[in-house]
């Protein structure tokens, strides 16, 4: 392991002398690459001078408990040698959940997708709560979040709706919620106070970037109607609401969420790409799936992950079976206690099977 982050410290030190060459900042591409590289690395070669000067400090109270006489001396030494020989696991730890492989996806903005399943007008009403979850709790983190697409339910919710979510690290910290969220509640509709069952599904999928996919022109048909919803006298008047389909996958998408006929367009065309190139990922993830599949992220999406009892005040997540019990919190978006535990267990996984381990 040592000797691995030895050499990623002078790939680091090369880096940096590249960032600093007048050639390298001439092309923003390389440099845009190299710095992000560079700060990834940066954290390694931190903690790994931290571990070394623990180490450091290490020998040097052993030294001094092996040659002082003085007994005041020697205790302290005694008691600050505990503490280090403390630090040193916890800086191996970190190290080796460092220098496990990134997913190339992490930093990407996605698209988030709930669609209401099981449970009629009920589920559509979920689904709205959980949209409305997910952007109190993108709020809070700073991400912007943009509807790209909405079909609304007359009992109020929604039947399907398609965030688009953008910030730093957003695929690396929503990729865990792609799976069925179960609610048992009573309904408003219900008069008798049965508690139901109801589901809706999520899909997050890392948005696509330009060079990612390229998509034929003449491959896209494109519809154009009259948005449903809200919207006045414009949504009645103009067909601004747009309808793409790639021919050759048969890949349909549709966005009505602006006035514009020209911004659904771009914005159709994007959740397109998105919806291309996870399908690629996908194919990728399923071809290495017999070799490892993690207990989180399954790629499963018609696996329940995760139940919402009302009448417990409860949330049960059935990957990793953690359950919280502040639910009117996490359903306002206090959802990161959760969602840091399941990137843990992933981690956890991650390292069992790296020879880190």
């Known amino acids: 392991m040592f000797d691995q ?61 092996e040659t002082e006489k003085d007994e005041e001396f020697r205790d302290m030494a005694k008691g600050e040698l505990q503490l280090l020989e403390g630090e040193v696991e916890k800086y191996e730890t970190e190290l080796k959940s460092l220098l496990v492989p990134k997913d190339p996806e992490d930093d990407r903005n996605v698209l988030l997708e709930i669609r209401g399943g099981t449970g009629g007008d009920e589920a559509a009403i979920f689904a709205g ?40 690290n957003v695929y690396g910290k929503l990729k865990f919620e792609s799976g069925v969220h179960r609610v048992q509640r009573i309904p408003e509709t219900e008069n008798k106070g049965r508690v139901h069952t109801s589901a809706a599904s999520v899909a997050v999928l890392p948005e696509a ?48 969420a602006e006035r514009s006929q020209h911004k659904n367009r771009d914005m159709a065309m994007t959740m ?52 919280m019990y502040n639910l009117e919190a996490f359903m306002n978006g206090d959802i990161a206690e959760m969602m840091e535990a399941l990137a843990v267990a992933e981690q956890t996984e991650k390292l069992k099977e790296s020879n880190l381990a």
């Not at 414009?234 to 601004?240: D, L």
Request: glycine share 6%; hydrophobic share 35%; aromatic share 6%.
């Open 209 to 256: 970037e330009e060079v990612d996919v390229y998509i034929n022109p003449a491959d896209i048909r494109m519809d154009v109607f009259r948005a449903s919803g809200a919207g006045g006298q414009h949504v009645n008047r103009t067909e601004s609401a747009v309808r793409l389909v790639h021919i050759p996958t048969n890949t349909v998408v549709e966005c009505q």
């Open 5 to 65: 982050i030895e050499n990623l410290r002078g790939k680091y030190i090369e880096i940096g002398k590249a960032l600093s060459d007048p050639s390298t900042m001439s092309d923003m591409k390389r440099f845009t690459q190299l710095n992000k590289e560079y700060k990834e690395l940066e954290n390694i070669v931190a903690v790994y001078d931290r571990y070394k000067l623990v180490l450091s400090n290490i020998d040097n109270n052993k030294h001094i408990l």
């Open 129 to 168: 709560d959980l949209m409305r979850m997910y952007t109190r709790y993108c709020e809070s983190v700073g991400w912007s979040v943009s509807i790209a697409n909405a079909n609304d339910s007359a009992a109020g919710g929604f039947k399907e709706v398609v965030l688009e979510i953008k910030g730093e």
């Open 272 to 323: 397109l790409k998105t919806r291309i190139y996870e399908a690629a990922v996908r194919k990728h993830e399923d071809a290495i799936a017999a070799r490892r599949k993690t207990l989180v992220s399954t790629g499963d999406r018609s696996a329940k992950i995760r139940t919402y009892n009302y009448p417990q005040g409860r949330v049960t997540d059935h990957r990793i079976n953690m359950s």
